[in-house]
């Protein structure tokens, strides 16, 4: 007799990744095959570098370049981006760079129909995932569209050994959270959280002992495609509700805060669900879930509290009387936020 069976649903998402060294080579391919022929380049302020390799390989389908993508995707921004797409006649997006391009690559596909194609240069594993994100007046407003998911995600590990540790470490703790928010999700979904959590624990070490290799940023980056896989399949809990929330009231930088916020997220599930805190111990390797993310937050990350990135108790306070959310989850939030505030053991 099968026991502990449960019911679920599960449907999967039409995703078209090229994994490799030098991948991007292979851009215009990719193009041509999804019939897509004129690109107008996403980019944050300052990768030239990057930018100008695209166009090289992108030849005559380059129509033109944004370069403003902001944290957060401010409403602002993704205004000025349509309009950029309107005057070039772009048929489509290729955003090179971290969550923030990503995601306002997607928001043109909302917004001006663009497909967009992803390259991501940071563990961010959004390129994964069919929920954007957009800020309006301090306030984050997230949802889930099938519609935004990127046509291509193109991985190359190439793209990674010029990433700053100290930016490195906090993207793989925020892969990590995608994943752990899903460990018990269902049992397909799980198996991927599971092993986007062996493999981004095992890795990250490795990374941040040598920045420049790049097959350690090419298993970084296989962990984060499962992460954002994870989280693209299955759902987004109290851990992402906090971090969005305090990422829009305060334009906290995304990746640190899921890092400082994860081990007392964590240590909350060992609370309230002790099962899963169970799995994410064991797909970890450690015995205590909680304390296993913090060593990796203290050991690899610049900070490790909501202080170190300005905030104050008064600014958690404010951001508690803005979370909305039932009594239960309320208390929860509030503890989170208080010990995360501190950066102490959870």
């Not at 043109?108 to 940071?122: F, H, M, V």
């Not at 594993?125 to 984050?140: L, R």
Request: aromatic fraction near 4%; hydrophobic fraction near 45%.
């Amino acid at each position: 007799m099968i026991r502990d069976m449960h019911d679920f649903e599960f449907q999967g998402l039409p995703w078209n990744v090229t994994f490799g060294v030098r991948a991007v080579n292979r851009l215009p391919q990719i193009l041509a095959r999804l019939g897509l022929q004129r690109v107008l380049i996403l980019a944050t302020p300052g990768r030239t570098r990057q930018v100008v390799m695209l166009q090289t390989v992108l030849g005559k389908s380059t129509a033109g370049l944004f370069a403003g993508a902001a944290l957060h995707v401010p409403s602002g921004v993704v205004e000025a981006a349509v309009r950029a797409a309107n005057e070039s006649g772009a048929d489509c997006t290729v955003s090179i760079g971290g969550g923030s391009t990503t995601g306002l690559g997607k928001l043109l596909r909302k917004e001006a129909g663009l497909p967009q194609i992803a390259i991501p240069t940071t563990y961010a594993g959004s390129e994964m995932t069919p929920i954007w994100g957009v800020t309006t007046a301090n306030m984050k407003r997230t949802g889930r569209d099938p519609q935004v998911l990127p046509v291509a995600v193109i991985y190359d590990p190439d793209l990674l050994v010029a990433l700053p540790p100290a930016v490195a470490a906090p993207s793989a703790l925020n892969a990590l959270a995608q994943a752990i928010a899903n460990i018990s999700t269902n049992p397909v979904v799980g198996m991927v959280a599971r092993e986007a959590i062996r493999v981004l624990a095992g890795g990250l070490p490795r990374v941040m002992h040598d920045n420049g290799d790049v097959e350690a940023h090419a298993v970084m980056l296989q962990g984060a495609c499962l992460a954002g896989a994870a989280l693209g399949l299955g759902r987004s809990g109290l851990h992402h509700r906090l971090c969005h929330l305090l990422g829009g009231m305060y334009n906290l930088p995304h990746a640190e805060t899921h890092a400082i916020i994860l081990p007392h997220s964590v240590a909350h599930t060992a609370r309230t669900a002790p099962g899963d805190a169970a799995l994410i111990a064991a797909a970890l390797g450690a015995e205590d879930a909680a304390a296993q993310v913090y060593g990796l937050l203290k050991k690899f990350c610049p900070r490790h509290s909501l202080q170190a990135l300005g905030l104050s108790g008064r600014d958690v306070e404010q951001a508690i009387a803005a979370f909305d959310g039932d009594r239960d989850s309320a208390e929860g939030a509030r503890k989170i936020m208080q010990d995360a505030l501190a950066g102490g053991p959870p």
